[in-house]
């Protein structure tokens, strides 16, 4: 699947990381910074860039064919900073959310995420970014165990819905909690009819020298890839497991009086600044030669060369020791006058699953439900909370929708007449248990008239209760805590 065209792009863009401000400044759309980060406040040229004076330490943003090769860029006094992959993915509507009682839409914030974004490093002027967005959004955290587990926001702008600021707790990093908040947000903006999930990863800034010309490349949204971390061993080579967005590209170029030395290195000076540490470090024969070499997932003939008698090889990593790493691999070897590099860049981006990038099969027919579902959840444990569920504060109202959770009740409920269950309102602990128990039985109740008049779902099926705060999930006594207690369970009542 394509990017959308560049006017679709930059509006996606501007909806759902808006500035603080704009102003036209000749051919140039300035933003306002406002500690928003370098996406959101780099200048977009619409006009001729060569016509700009933008003052001090200019930032602008440039799409691939903007501003010409690197070294032209250079020659006007710029260097590339933060570039950025985005892959655009088909937003797919599964018959059932993927894992609902990990995640938890909800329309505004909670403290817990608040608090996952601080320790990733998302300040208030951040905050702010996401505060300003005028388009529809969704915010979602998810938990395991009941603890928080990670958070981002998606919103959506026309048939376009980008994932921001995706943060996973430390402790629940490499356990799928990134790719089920994508599945979620892929999810909603099915639900919402946009038709393409857009994530970007922050890719490795590397300027490659004048003349290069890109012979290849290949790019995943999602890769599981050993890269070599040592020299090739009889009994078995070191390597390093990345995960992540994959990215390689393979470049020719003019060769250096240095020959590979002179090619590689500047690359492996800038991999450094880029706060990048070396890994490991060869040249051909102390890599291993022949057999390195084709430990290598290289681009085939004729988009990248390597002459097993004088190449080179760099691995190098950023991110924190206990979090998702960023994995770049470099390759430099020669022809008899040309040069040939190919970058392989596993980016510490959380992947979109298969489920989330085509639409999977509708439920299969009888009283099996898909094992992801909110049916096989429901009949593995004997209850789901239906965390994406919203009502008007203090009050027994639920909110327009859509919610996807009731999407897949509906659809279990109606997969066989049998079936039955009991929506159990719960509140937290401010107030009476008297009122509270009211309170939370009429919220029950809202939901199913929700699922009899929207859904289709026969009355016989579904009946309502309340128990006030008398089940928490969570302490009363954090306000994160009295979010998670207020909700509407679905406790299964069939007994076959």
Same mark, same amino acid.
């Given at each position: 699947?394509?990017?959308? +065209? =560049?006017?679709? #792009?930059? @509006?996606?863009? %501007? $909806?759902?990381?808006? /500035?603080?401000?704009?102003? *036209?400044?000749?051919?140039?759309?300035?933003?306002?910074?406002?500690?928003?980060?370098?996406?959101?406040?780099?200048?977009?040229?619409?006009?001729?860039?060569?016509?700009?004076?933008?003052?001090?330490?200019?930032?602008?943003?440039?799409?691939?064919?903007?501003?010409?090769?690197?070294?032209?860029?250079?020659?006007?006094?710029?260097?590339?900073? +933060? =570039?950025?992959? #985005?892959? @655009?993915?088909? %937003? $797919?509507?599964?018959? /059932?959310?993927?894992?609902? *009682?990990?995640?938890?839409?909800?329309?505004?914030?909670?403290?817990?995420?608040?608090?996952?974004?601080?320790?990733?490093?998302?300040?208030?002027?951040?905050?702010?970014?996401?505060?300003?967005?005028?388009?529809?959004?969704?915010?979602?955290?998810?938990?395991?165990?009941?603890?928080?587990?990670?958070?981002?926001?998606?919103?959506?702008?026309? +048939?376009?819905?980008?994932?921001? @600021?995706?943060?996973? $707790?430390?402790?629940?990093?490499?356990?799928?909690?990134?790719?089920?908040?994508?599945?979620?947000?892929?999810?909603?903006?099915?639900?919402?009819?946009?038709?393409?999930?857009?994530?970007?990863?922050?890719?490795?800034?590397?300027?490659?020298?004048?003349?290069?010309?890109?012979?290849?490349?290949?790019?995943?949204?999602?890769?599981?890839?050993?890269?070599?971390?040592?020299?090739?061993?009889?009994?078995?080579?070191?390597?390093?497991? @990345?995960?992540?967005?994959?990215?390689?590209?393979?470049?020719?170029?003019?060769?250096?009086?240095?020959?590979?030395?002179?090619?590689?290195?500047?690359?492996?000076?800038?991999?450094?600044?880029?706060?990048?540490?070396?890994?490991?470090?060869?040249?051909?024969?102390?890599?291993?030669?022949?057999?390195?070499?084709?430990?290598?997932?290289?681009?085939?003939?004729?988009?990248?060369?390597?002459?097993?008698?004088?190449?080179?090889?760099?691995?190098?990593?950023?991110?924190?020791?206990?979090?998702?790493?960023?994995?770049?691999?470099?390759?430099?070897?020669?022809?008899?006058?040309?040069?040939?590099?190919?970058?392989?860049?596993?980016?510490?981006?959380?992947?979109?699953?298969?489920?989330?990038?085509?639409?999977?099969?509708?439920?299969?027919?009888?009283?099996?439900?898909?094992?992801?579902?909110?049916?096989?959840?429901?009949?593995?444990?004997?209850?789901?909370?239906?965390?994406?569920?919203?009502?008007?504060?203090?009050?027994?109202?639920?909110?327009?929708?859509?919610?996807?959770?009731?999407?897949?009740?509906?659809?279990?409920?109606?997969?066989?007449?049998?079936?039955?269950?009991?929506?159990?309102?719960?509140?937290?602990?401010?107030?009476?248990?008297?009122?509270?128990?009211?309170?939370?039985?009429?919220?029950?109740?809202?939901?199913?008239?929700?699922?009899?008049?929207?859904?289709?779902?026969?009355?016989?099926?579904?009946?309502?209760?309340?128990?006030?705060?008398?089940?928490?999930?969570?302490?009363?006594?954090?306000?994160?805590?009295?979010?998670?207690?207020?909700?509407?369970?679905?406790?299964?009542?069939?007994?076959?």
């Amino acid at each position: 699947m394509s990017l959308p +065209d =560049p006017a679709r #792009l930059e @509006a996606a863009l %501007a $909806a759902t990381r808006p /500035a603080a401000a704009t102003r *036209r400044l000749g051919p140039f759309l300035r933003r306002d910074r406002a500690g928003g980060g370098r996406r959101v406040s780099a200048a977009t040229a619409v006009g001729n860039p060569g016509q700009a004076a933008m003052g001090a330490a200019p930032l602008f943003r440039l799409r691939p064919g903007q501003g010409g090769p690197d070294a032209r860029i250079a020659d006007r006094g710029l260097r590339r900073v +933060d =570039p950025t992959l #985005l892959l @655009a993915v088909p %937003a $797919a509507r599964p018959a /059932a959310p993927p894992l609902p *009682r990990t995640v938890i839409p909800a329309e505004a914030p909670l403290a817990v995420m608040a608090g996952l974004w601080a320790e990733g490093g998302t300040g208030p002027e951040q905050l702010a970014v996401m505060a300003r967005v005028a388009a529809r959004r969704t915010f979602l955290p998810a938990r395991e165990n009941d603890r928080p587990a990670g958070a981002a926001v998606c919103a959506v702008a026309g +048939d376009i819905a980008m994932p921001h @600021a995706l943060q996973v $707790a430390p402790r629940c990093r490499r356990r799928g909690v990134a790719a089920r908040l994508l599945r979620w947000a892929a999810l909603w903006a099915a639900v919402l009819g946009a038709g393409v999930l857009l994530p970007a990863a922050a890719r490795a800034a590397i300027t490659l020298p004048a003349g290069a010309e890109r012979t290849g490349e290949r790019q995943s949204p999602w890769a599981d890839i050993d890269l070599p971390a040592g020299p090739w061993r009889p009994e078995g080579t070191a390597t390093r497991r @990345a995960e992540g967005t994959l990215s390689l590209s393979a470049w020719r170029m003019p060769l250096p009086e240095g020959g590979t030395l002179a090619l590689i290195a500047p690359l492996r000076d800038q991999l450094r600044a880029g706060g990048f540490a070396i890994v490991y470090d060869c040249a051909a024969r102390a890599c291993g030669g022949f057999d390195f070499r084709f430990l290598l997932e290289l681009l085939p003939e004729p988009a990248m060369h390597v002459d097993l008698g004088d190449f080179r090889y760099l691995l190098a990593e950023r991110g924190p020791p206990d979090g998702p790493q960023t994995l770049v691999a470099v390759v430099a070897s020669r022809s008899r006058s040309q040069g040939h590099v190919q970058i392989t860049e596993v980016a510490a981006a959380p992947p979109v699953t298969a489920d989330a990038a085509r639409p999977p099969p509708g439920p299969a027919p009888g009283p099996t439900p898909p094992p992801d579902s909110l049916g096989a959840l429901l009949e593995a444990e004997g209850r789901v909370a239906l965390d994406d569920l919203t009502f008007e504060s203090g009050a027994t109202r639920l909110g327009p929708g859509p919610f996807p959770s009731l999407v897949a009740l509906a659809a279990y409920l109606a997969a066989d007449p049998a079936r039955r269950v009991v929506l159990v309102g719960h509140s937290d602990a401010t107030g009476s248990l008297a009122a509270n128990v009211a309170l939370s039985r009429q919220r029950a109740q809202a939901v199913v008239e929700r699922l009899a008049t929207a859904h289709g779902v026969s009355r016989a099926q579904i009946a309502a209760e309340g128990v006030g705060f008398l089940a928490p999930r969570a302490t009363n006594l954090t306000e994160a805590g009295r979010t998670l207690n207020r909700r509407v369970e679905a406790v299964l009542a069939s007994t076959r």
